[in-house]
């Protein structure tokens, strides 16, 4: 997990460097100047960072349920938005990984990733797989990796971070939508947390007690945490959607058309 990030921060310093990521890309969208995006990019992987290699963690896969709850929100909910925010307005590539471009393309429309994002949400929480993640360190790697994923997977349409002059923008109110139901999901599985009389997952119902919780107290607040923090990010990408919808989108969108047109022809 460490060598990815690592990788990440590498590649995104030499395409900066390289201009792959230049100062002339349109990030009207969410910007008014580009010079911003690299402190979104290093807050995301400081957010990978602290899910990872912290307190956190350790608490997350030894104690409490709560913690890993947290963990899995940074890693799927907080550090692919800041990611792709630090890149937004990237031009596509013109040549090279065809087959996969079109596989990622297909992946994160709107609809699909919603349905990918959710059903690998629910995969991972089924008792059985959750507590082998816990106790087998590969698949809990893999979860993840899953997790960080799918992440990318949802964020991406919501970011929509490929600008070029073929491109075709995310609609506002499709994006609004989408979030508004990929919402739901966690929410209800929250819910089934917080009010379960029982605990799910017998790893946690025999691991030592901290901070005096109870394995069902335990549970609840990782429910809490999983329907309130979960629907607080999804509020906030929809606040920043809506205000952008009240200003001049259609400017910004004719902007860039010219913006592009003028290094086309250059």
Not at 7 to 26: K, N
Not at 113 to 131: D, G, K, R, S, T
């Amino acid at each position: 997990m460490l060598f990815g990030l690592a990788v990440a921060s590498a590649a995104y310093t030499l395409s900066v460097r390289s201009t792959r990521i230049s100062r002339e890309d349109d990030v009207s969208p969410w910007f008014r100047s580009p010079r911003v995006r690299p402190l979104f990019f290093a807050a995301g992987i400081a957010v990978g960072l602290l899910a990872l290699q912290s307190p956190i963690d350790a608490g997350g896969d030894r104690y409490l349920f709560l913690l890993h709850m947290l963990q899995h929100l940074l890693l799927m909910m907080v550090a692919p938005p800041l990611v792709l925010l630090g890149i937004c307005g990237v031009r596509p590539p013109q040549t090279g990984f065809l087959r996969v471009r079109k596989v990622w393309w297909l992946i994160t429309r709107p609809w699909v990733a919603a349905v990918i994002f959710n059903a690998v949400m629910l995969f991972w929480h089924i008792p059985a797989l959750y507590n082998t993640t816990l106790t087998v360190g590969a698949v809990h790697v893999l979860e993840h990796i899953s997790f960080i994923g799918v992440g990318l997977v949802l964020w991406w349409p919501v970011i929509d971070p490929i600008r070029g002059s073929h491109t075709k923008p995310v609609t506002p109110l499709t994006k609004i939508a989408m979030l508004v139901v990929s919402g739901i999901p966690p929410t209800v599985l929250g819910l089934i947390f917080a009010l379960s009389r029982t605990p799910f997952y017998s790893f946690y119902v025999v691991a030592p007690r901290v901070w005096g919780l109870s394995p069902l107290a335990d549970q609840e607040i990782g429910g809490v945490l999983m329907l309130g923090l979960g629907n607080i990010i999804y509020f906030v990408a929809i606040l920043a959607i809506f205000m952008r919808l009240l200003g001049d989108s259609a400017g910004d969108e004719r902007e860039a058309a010219r913006g592009l047109e003028g290094t086309v022809s250059g």
